[in-house]
């Protein structure tokens, strides 16, 4: 009979209190022994050295501790982390790959929530919903609108992707049903692809000068730190609306202030740079600008899709299946 697999939990309970319902822990304890449901949120505490000493599965979320060498060594038996959230960057480190020990992820599970809120975005963005709200809010009566906002509505439109991502190819399967011309940008896609996609693609300059709505979906990486600069915000058309809920990273956010400050653009911002803004930022007033507090990923009950697609690769990986989110050191270069 083959050896059950221990499974350990890490990560910071109060920002994963949603993720698991009952189902799910039926799920986990049929597949493997689960050491204790309370998870690790420190690799250092007492409690972690005799779960790491028998862990096979670390199954980690927002908050988990780096996975160091330090660890590993301390973990002879791990095999697999499985990711429930979307980035790995912040705590799988090159020894895990070194190691050959699998990793997986559920970043394309969080990228059905990113995506759903985006359209929205989009849809309100292009309707002038946030300045008409304020607008209303201000005047208590009718108005006729699009005299004030001219090209006001979402007929005919041209949406402008930034990065065919997870997130960037969710939200161009969800514009298919509308009447827009969907443009995209990525160096890593070639055109039979992105056709395949029922997109454009072209370079990002001319996505910049084209579109009604840019929309960021790359990764954080040193090469795209502010590839929406100064130069390139200008190349945008009057009245365009920039939307990221990618990294507040990709934006040179002096630079987009001086834009949106003239009233020329519009930004729809989930993420910024630094997060959370300055509490005198201008960015939290000014008319044009809608701004959240990075909450376009999976936010309460959406935390369970993320648990799901985790405890599917757990699955997989107790049965000898092929992982379907594997992420490679490879892969590293080019992801969030």
């Known amino acids: 009979m083959t050896k059950r697999l221990n499974l350990t ?7 994963n209190a949603d993720l698991f319902a009952e189902e799910h822990w039926r799920r986990l ?82 990228a059905v929530s990113v995506a759903e809120f985006t359209l929205a975005a989009i849809l309100f963005a292009n309707k002038r919903v946030f300045q008409l709200q304020r607008g209303y809010r201000d005047a208590r009566q009718f108005q006729w609108w699009t005299a004030k906002y001219p090209g006001l509505g979402n007929y005919q439109k041209t949406i402008g992707i930034v990065g065919a991502s997870h997130v960037g190819r969710k939200v161009i399967e969800l514009l298919r049903p509308f009447d827009f011309t969907v443009l995209l940008t990525d160096p890593f896609v070639e055109s039979a692809a992105a056709s395949a996609l029922g997109v ?46 990618a990294r507040g990273a990709l934006v040179d956010h002096t630079a987009l202030e001086t834009e949106l400050r003239s009233g020329r653009l519009n930004a729809v911002l989930d993420t910024t740079e630094p997060e959370v803004l300055p509490a005198d930022s201008p960015l939290y007033d000014l008319p044009n600008v809608f701004v959240t507090p990075h909450i376009a990923g999976s936010m309460g009950s959406e935390t369970q899709r993320m648990a799901t697609l985790a405890i599917d690769e757990i699955e997989r990986y107790v049965r ?17």
């Open 9 to 15: 939990l890490a990560f910071v309970p109060l920002l």
């Open 29 to 110: 304890d049929a597949l493997c022994d689960v050491l204790d449901r309370e998870p690790l949120v420190a690799f250092g505490e007492a409690r972690a050295a005799a779960l790491l000493q028998a862990t096979d599965i670390l199954l980690t979320g927002w908050g988990c501790p780096a996975i160091d060498e330090w660890v590993l060594e301390r973990a002879p038996h791990l095999q697999a982390i499985v990711h429930a959230a979307g980035t790995v960057k912040d705590h799988v480190s090159a020894a895990v790959w070194a190691r050959g020990i699998r990793v997986t992820a559920a970043a394309a599970a969080n």
């Open 200 to 245: 454009r693609l072209v370079e990002l300059d001319e996505l910049l000068q084209t579109a009604d709505i840019v929309s960021l979906h790359a990764p954080a990486l040193p090469e795209t730190r502010h590839m929406i600069d100064a130069a390139r915000l200008r190349r945008m058309r009057d009245g365009a609306t920039l939307i990221n809920t």
């Open 320 to 336: 000898g299946e092929p992982l379907k989110h594997e992420i490679r050191a490879s892969d590293l270069t080019r992801m969030a």
